[in-house]
């Protein structure tokens, strides 16, 4: 029977796979690798572990980005400002996410945004060197990065569409409309605050709280706090022309 417990790479590692090796087991890179596997391909592969506080900048918009970089404890968001000083959160990363996989290879991997330790976090980094040493001895690996990849462009289109929506109604409709595909359900519990959904969309929190009460005053939507319910679908769908 495989031995489930997994040493650390040496006496001064400062990563311990006792604490971690379920954490990277969920992040796909490693998707249907056991916990022994995961351990003898971390421990064969020259890696760091970083920590940092909440609040503390992991990385720059413009930084070269050459590592991997695998959230195993923790979480960060990533932001972008814009040329009149405006915030926009891009995306928020927790435990056991990759950040910014696609932007490792290609001939100008310079990272876009600012990322950041929402709260005390525990990062694994892998350059890119060893990444394609692991790639190419691990086909399982290969095949989970090469999906990491498709799916972040799937992702991306759709982030790519909600923005070119120039009215914040349409954002919100979107977003709501987005959100109810997933629940399979029109009446909704919202994941993120106003200002949460403001940061998203690069607006004010007073802006997405004058559209909420625009969209229940037409009758579009009932809303009461987070608790959200789509009351015509057609009249949203048609905010998104």
Known sequence: MENYFIEPC??????????????????????????????????????????????????????IYDSLLIIVKGAVVGELIDFEGRILRIEELKAPDTIASAFIFGESNILPVNITALEDTRLLV????ELLILMKKNEQVLHNYLNIMANRTQQLSKKIRLLGLHSIKGKIAHYLLELEKRAGSRKLSLPNSQLEIADMFGVTRPSIGRVFRELDNQGYIHAKGKRVEILDKTALSRLLR
Not at 28 to 47: A, P, T, V
């Open 10 to 63: 040496n006496a001064n590692c400062s990563f311990c796979f006792l604490n971690y090796t379920d954490v990277l087991g969920k992040n796909y890179l490693f998707h249907n690798l056991s916990h022994n596997e995961i351990g003898k391909i971390i421990r064969d592969i020259h890696h760091q572990v970083r920590t940092y506080r909440k609040g503390d900048l992991i990385a720059s918009s413009g930084d």
């Open 126 to 129: 892998i350059s890119r060197s």
